[in-house]
């Protein structure tokens, strides 16, 4: 507790998970409706990869069969899928100010050391980005939004997943 009155924060509790997952069910049933799309997040990423490489290197960014069909049109960025992830990220800081939560912390770091926690922290990050890539979605895209529409790659990938969350777990157990 707090001894310091004028400190101290008054910390809102997180929603029941039951409420929680009707209202993400909610939200993606209206994000259907409104754009016609599910829910995704790594469709931005490599938006900005298309964008930053068609600035950097133009001729090559164009060339390229992946990136290039991004570009063909313009600009890649003013996309739904750029715009939902802008708002998602917005939504998660108002609600966190809102609920008294938000704070920068960095998890795992006193058991570890900070810097070996970082380097796990990107490690992992960049493998869940390029594993999204290979499943051609992220645990939103494919996961959420393919399981909605009842797609079978959803739910093999979903399995998968979880197995490759629970063996790395037991290999990098406490980074």
Same mark, same amino acid.
Do not use: E
């Given at each position: 507790?707090?001894?310091?009155?004028?400190?101290?924060?008054?910390?809102?509790?997180?929603?029941?998970?039951?409420?929680? !997952?009707?209202?993400? !069910?909610? %939200?993606?049933?209206?994000t259907f409706v409104l754009t016609g799309h599910g829910l995704g997040a790594t469709g931005a990423t490599t938006r900005m990869t298309a964008y930053l490489g068609w600035q950097a290197l133009p001729a090559?960014?164009?060339?390229?069969?992946?990136?290039?069909?991004?570009?063909?049109?313009?600009?890649p960025l003013p996309s739904w899928i750029s715009w939902q992830v802008l708002g998602v990220a917005c939504g998660a800081l108002l609600a966190a100010a809102l609920a008294g939560r938000f704070r920068l912390q960095l998890d795992g770091a006193a058991s570890v050391g900070r810097g070996r926690r970082l380097l796990a922290a990107l490690a992992g990050g960049i493998c869940a980005g390029f594993g999204a890539? %290979?499943?051609?979605?992220?645990?939103?895209?494919?996961?959420?939004?393919?399981?909605?529409?009842?797609?079978l790659s959803a739910f093999v990938f979903?399995?998968?997943?979880?197995?490759?969350g629970i063996v790395a777990h037991r290999l990098v157990k406490g980074v």
């Amino acid at each position: 507790m707090d001894r310091h009155p004028a400190t101290a924060r008054h910390i809102k509790p997180f929603w029941h998970p039951l409420v929680a !997952g009707i209202a993400l !069910g909610l %939200v993606l049933l209206l994000t259907f409706v409104l754009t016609g799309h599910g829910l995704g997040a790594t469709g931005a990423t490599t938006r900005m990869t298309a964008y930053l490489g068609w600035q950097a290197l133009p001729a090559a960014t164009h060339a390229n069969g992946y990136l290039g069909p991004m570009i063909a049109q313009g600009n890649p960025l003013p996309s739904w899928i750029s715009w939902q992830v802008l708002g998602v990220a917005c939504g998660a800081l108002l609600a966190a100010a809102l609920a008294g939560r938000f704070r920068l912390q960095l998890d795992g770091a006193a058991s570890v050391g900070r810097g070996r926690r970082l380097l796990a922290a990107l490690a992992g990050g960049i493998c869940a980005g390029f594993g999204a890539r %290979v499943a051609a979605g992220c645990t939103s895209g494919l996961g959420l939004s393919g399981a909605a529409t009842l797609a079978l790659s959803a739910f093999v990938f979903l399995a998968a997943f979880f197995l490759a969350g629970i063996v790395a777990h037991r290999l990098v157990k406490g980074v």
